[in-house]
């Protein structure tokens, strides 16, 4: 295989091992205070959240380049005080799979906590376990398998990532061009080989990726 | 010793009031009784007096402080808790559930300690049921549960209990013996207010007894006053005669509910 069909399955790899990190990391927060808590601006939070999934990427793309480019509301400042910009960086394919995959993690993860029997938490507070430490000892590890399924579909997700990466970070070979964007370039210039190559690895890690998040979803249910 | 004060308070679900305008004073070494019918509040007046659910006015004090924004661990060392015993979901052994009892007095990222151990094999000792430290929780009696629940309020060391008809779903036998430590719990010093669906109960354990109907705090007062034939006819729209028996010397009221009266 050519260098840039390896590089772009590491680059492939790292970008969605990387955004569903992110992904617990931001997601799983955002699942349980979308699932347990009321607040003011939850409805807002839970619209932005989900949008990604609806929207055409190259929109959510269009959006991260508004927010995040060197001209962007946060881009900007970022761009006058450091000279560095995420755009055109692997680093933007992280964020692109990131806001991408997040719907799928905090929805799915969102539906196993509510599934937790409320009971269990307040018996937990009346015994004196404050309500975070709660979310972590007993919420979180019965919501358990449905995390993880949604942290699985994440990194699904953000493996075949396409159209918001093409937007914020670019199709540069062996720097921003992950799988997808290497199998898009390849058709485009005729190899037809790579192109197959490429295909065949994404489909496979696909099937496997959906094989271990329906048995999760299954232990969940 | 301690005291809680309830004072104009407003409780119910998602801002709509379930009762209001409910105030009392529950001192140490004290059993109230909190008597109504089903649907009145009483499950939703004890979790809001536990914090569970916030009060839409009025306040709960304890020994003069609001509990208004307490931590759940300083909370739980002064008000304990014993729910309806219901099946239980994990087969912990019972002496794991009385240890979930010393939660709030473990440190944080701390394993129970031996003392904690010994205190709850004190307390299954003393309600006498040591025998069943060994056996899941979700294999023994009913009354049994409800024994280790009390068990595990006791571990706790709280000031105030509150206890939710601890004898619903028991059987005769267990029922007068719940009641029995309740009246000992008290002895101790402990604050002790239940729900009970029983006006006998009230008889039985009670110095005092709270009427809540249809959300307010109806009648309040010494069980004698409270517990009479108008007011169950009132609360519960049947005719009950209260008839005083002599037992060892000292008289003895028990509710006589009459049938026939009550058809209509």
């Known amino acids: 295989m050519a260098d840039e069909t390896l590089s772009a399955l590491a680059l492939s790899v790292r970008v969605a091992v990387l955004a569903t990190l992110a992904n617990a990391v931001v997601g799983i927060p955002l699942a349980y205070l979308l699932a347990r808590r009321r607040f003011r601006g939850r409805a807002l939070l839970d619209l932005l959240v989900t949008l990604p999934l609806v929207l055409p990427p190259t929109v959510t793309g269009y959006y991260l380049i508004v927010l995040l480019g060197r001209r962007g509301w946060l881009g900007a400042p970022v761009y006058a005080a450091t000279g560095w910009s995420i755009t055109f960086t692997w680093y933007a394919a992280v964020m692109a799979a990131t806001v991408m995959a997040l719907p799928l993690l905090v929805r799915t993860a969102r539906a196993a906590i509510e599934s937790v029997d409320r009971d269990l938490e307040k018996a937990a507070w009346t015994l004196g376990r404050s309500e975070w430490r709660t979310a972590l000892e007993v919420t979180l590890p019965l919501a358990r398998n449905g995390i993880l399924a949604g942290l699985v579909l994440a990194f699904a997700r953000a493996l075949g990532e396409f159209g918001a990466t093409l937007m914020l970070a670019g199709n540069i070979p062996g720097k921003t061009a992950t799988v997808p964007l290497a199998i898009y370039t390849a058709v485009q210039t005729g190899e037809e080989t790579t192109a197959l190559a490429l295909v065949a690895i994404l489909t496979a890690l696909s099937c496997v990726v959906l094989v271990i998040a329906g048995r999760l979803g299954a232990r969940a249910a | ?264």
Not at chain 2, 227 to 236: I, S
């Open chain 2, 1 to 264: 010793m301690s005291r809680l004060e309830v004072a104009g308070l407003a409780f119910g679900y998602h801002g709509r009031a379930v009762g209001r305008d409910v105030s009392f004073a529950l001192e140490g070494g004290e059993v109230m009784c909190l008597l109504g019918p089903n649907g009145g509040g009483k499950t939703t007046l004890f979790r809001t007096i536990l914090g569970l659910l916030s009060p839409l006015g009025g306040t709960v004090v304890i020994d003069g402080e609001s509990l208004a924004g307490w931590s759940r661990p300083r909370l739980a060392r002064v008000l304990g808790y014993v729910p309806q015993a219901q099946l239980g979901v994990f087969p912990f052994t019972v002496r794991e559930v009385v240890l979930m009892g010393r939660t709030a007095h473990i440190g944080p990222f701390a394993t129970p300690s031996r003392r904690d151990v010994a205190l709850a094999e004190a307390t299954l000792e003393a309600l006498g049921v040591a025998h069943l430290a060994e056996r899941p929780y979700t294999e023994v009696s009913g009354g049994e549960r409800q024994m280790t629940l009390v068990a595990r309020a006791l571990a706790q060391e709280p000031r105030v209990l509150v206890m939710d008809e601890p004898t619903a779903s028991l059987d005769f036998g267990n029922q007068v013996r719940v009641l029995s430590r309740v009246r000992e719990l008290a002895a101790r010093g402990i604050a002790v207010i239940l729900s009970t669906h029983d006006p006998d109960q009230a008889f039985l354990c009670a110095d005092r007894v709270a009427l809540l109907h249809a959300g307010r705090l109806a009648h309040l007062g010494p069980t004698a006053e409270v517990v009479t034939p108008a007011t169950l006819r009132e609360t519960y729209g049947v005719d009950v005669d209260v008839v005083t028996l002599t037992r060892e010397g000292r008289p003895v009221r028990v509710c006589v509910p009459s049938l026939e009266r009550s058809k209509a």
